[in-house]
C-alpha cells in the first residue's frame, strides 16, 4: 500500500523533538498565546522576510481576517479563482463581500490574468489569487493589474509555503542561483494567508493558520480581530472581533518541523521529477512555470478517464485523490456566481485532475510502484 499521505512517519522522525516541545509546553502550563506562539511568528517572519506574522486558529481565518483587515466588506467585490478549496469562497463571504470568479489557466491552475479585465467592476475591491498545489500564481501579471485599478491583493498561500517566485525583470529560472531576490508566495502581494493544517508542506497537529504582510496596518487589524478587537485584556476598540487563536501546543510543534521545511521541499521537488520522468508521453503531468519554484504540496496528473485511473490506483494499493471534483460555480451553495459553461477551464480540470501520493517520506520503491500503476491503466 502506498498512501497518498503518511503523517505518521513524518511524526516517528521527529519524534524525539516533538515530544520534548509538547513536553515543554505542558510543563508551562500556558496554552493559547505565550512564547512559544510569539517565537513561532518571530520565526516565521524572519522565514518569509516580512516584519509581521499574525497567527490565528486556521488557514481559513487567516484567509476572513486579512480581508477585514484591508477594508474588504459588505458591497465590495473580490475576484478569485473558481478551482480551489471552497475557504478561498468563503472567506470572502464572511467577510460581507461577493466573490466575482475568473477562470483558471489550463496549464498551471491558477488564475488567467489575461481574464482578469472582463471582470472588473465598479464594486472590485481586491484580487484573492490561490498557489494552487504549491505553485506560485503569475503574480507580476496580477499586481500590476491591481495596481492600475487600485486594488488589493491578498494571496491564498495555503499550498505554498516554501514556493518561489521569480521577481521582475529577472531572466533566469527561478530554480537557479542568481542575484535575484525570489521572494517566497504570501509575500508578493498587501498579505497572504496561509494554513498549518496537518496535511500542508508545514503542518501543524491541529488547526492553525497565519497572515503575513509588509504592512504594520493590516497586521495590527489582523491582530485586534483575531483577539476580540482588543489589545488589552478586557478592553475592546473594535466591534464584532473573533476567537481565532493558535495553541502553544501547535506553536511549539510548528516550530520543531520549521527548520525542516527547506529539506522536505526539496525532497518533494525530487520525487516530483522521478514522476516527471517516469510518466511523461502517457498522462498529463504538472507544468513547472518558468517564473515558480513548485514545491508540490499535490503532484496532480490529469487523465480523461480520471474516476477509472483512481479505481484502479485503489485496486492496485496506491492512495489518491481529487483535488477538486467540482469548481466553486457548480458547488450547489455557489451556484449563483456563475453558470455551467462559462468557466471552460476549471470545469475540465474538476473532471480530469487527480492527485498521486506525495510526501517527502515516500521511497524510491514506492515512487516506482505509483508510477508502474498508473503505466498499466495509461
Known sequence: MVPILDLKQEYLELKSEIDAAIERVLSSGGFVGGPEVAALESELAAYLKVPHVVTCGSGTDALFIALRAMGIGPGDEVITSPFTFIATLEAILHAGARPVLVDIDPQHYNLNPALLKAALTPRTRAILPVHLYGQVAPMQEIRAFAQQHGLKVLEDAAQAIGARYCAAGCRHPVG???DCPHPLAGTLGDAGAFSLYPTKNLGAYGD???????????AEESRLLAAHGSRVRYHHVRPAGYTSRLDALQAAILRVKLPYLETWNARRREIAQ??????KNKVQTPCEMPYALHIYHQYTIRHPERDRLAAHLKDQGIGSSVHYPLPAHLQPAYRD????GTLPAAETAAREVLSLPMHPFLQEAQVEAVIQAVLRYA
Open 208 to 218: 492553525g493558520g497565519f497572515i503575513a504582510t509588509q504592512s504594520e496596518s493590516i
Open 176 to 178: 537557479q542561483a542568481c
Open 337 to 340: 456566481l456563475a453558470p455551467e
Open 274 to 279: 522521478m514522476y516527471h520522468q517516469g510518466l
